[in-house]
């Protein structure tokens, strides 16, 4: 493979989007990095944030709706989505999170420290202490200072009903590995790709079913180049029996969708052109970007979405 293998981005629905990116942005201490609207609804919008340069592993999106009713967590969706943070960091984040109001509580996994917590829609979020990755960079003008930034994703936990299917599609599809097990949890890890490396899948027999909607994930997108994703669908299609969608362009990433066996939505997504493709860098996420074909229904696109302000 030419490229890392891994998660490239978590999606996931909210309701009110300022109360969203009030989170997002000014408790997590995340980079707004691609402020757009929903490619099948133009009328709302859908928000990227990221580490400083919205590089693969760190990105988490939302489909914000101000009147999406609650989703409901069970099998076939994503349980949690945690994010790295460095080890030395963890009391700066527990006294940070009890005064913004989403206090935090503290266990241990797989040898690591975590602090789980809710997002203002109820979605599970953790934070992992991940020792010696201090000197990856953080964010440098967020809300947080840089030294205690998160640094991407840690792990996305699927809750499915039995494993083994799943499992398959991770390891001969999607380039992970077993890497060891937790009660009922088992840990996959994607090569040596320390951003966006983990999946969880937490097998919970015959539970209810999750539900869609503000604070549940919609999908789980992984990375590859264009050869690996066409290489991905084609043995998707020959060794599992999955067809996935035509290749969809994104602006960002042309993405593939399918579902997996387990229930859980899953994209495979190009890693280029990435979100410096229509701003430059150093203003990432300040302007709304709108997809060519809706750039001549700007105005009334704009007039139509929520003041975030
Ligand atoms: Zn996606």
Do not use: C
């Not at 949690?80 to 963890?90: G, L």
């Not at 998160?150 to 001969?172: E, F, N, Q, Y």
């Not at 074909?293 to 929520?306: D, Q, S, V």
């Amino acid at each position: 493979m030419m490229f890392k293998p891994g998660i490239h981005h978590v999606t996931a629905i909210a309701g009110a989007p300022k109360r969203n990116l009030d989170f997002y942005v000014g408790v997590l201490g995340m980079r707004f990095v691609k402020k757009t609207v929903n490619f099948d609804d133009p009328g709302t919008y859908h928000f990227y944030y990221g580490d400083e340069t919205g590089q693969p592993g760190t990105i988490l999106t939302f489909f914000p709706w101000d009147h999406a009713a609650p989703g409901r967590v069970g099998v076939g969706e994503t349980e949690e989505t945690a994010f790295r943070i460095p080890e030395a960091s963890v009391g700066y984040w527990m006294h940070r999170l009890i005064m913004h109001g989403a206090p935090a509580k503290r266990e241990v996994r797989f040898g690591e420290s975590v602090l789980t917590l809710r997002d203002p829609d109820r979605m599970r979020i953790a934070l992992v202490a991940v020792p010696g990755i201090e000197a990856e960079p953080g964010w440098s003008d967020g809300t947080v200072p840089a030294e205690h930034a998160i640094r991407g994703v840690h792990t996305a936990s699927l809750l499915v009903a039995d494993k083994t299917k799943t499992a398959a599609i991770l390891t001969d599809v999607l380039g992970f590995t077993e890497v060891g097990s937790e009660g009922a949890v088992t840990r996959y890890r994607a090569g040596d790709t320390a951003i966006g490396g983990l999946i969880d899948l937490h097998e919970a027999g015959e539970f209810f079913k999750g539900r869609p909607g503000a604070g549940s994930v919609h999908h789980i997108a992984f990375r590859a180049d264009e050869e690996g994703q066409a290489a991905m669908v084609q043995r998707l299609a020959e060794a599992h029996g999955i067809r996935t969608t035509p290749q969809v362009d994104r602006d960002y990433f042309r993405s593939v969708y399918f579902r997996e066996p387990g229930g859980v939505l899953f994209e495979i997504a190009t890693e280029d052109p990435g979100f410096t493709v229509d701003e430059p860098l150093d203003v990432l996420g300040q302007a709304l970007k709108l997809p060519k074909n809706y750039e001549p229904h700007r105005a009334e696109i704009e007039a139509r979405l929520p003041v975030l302000a």
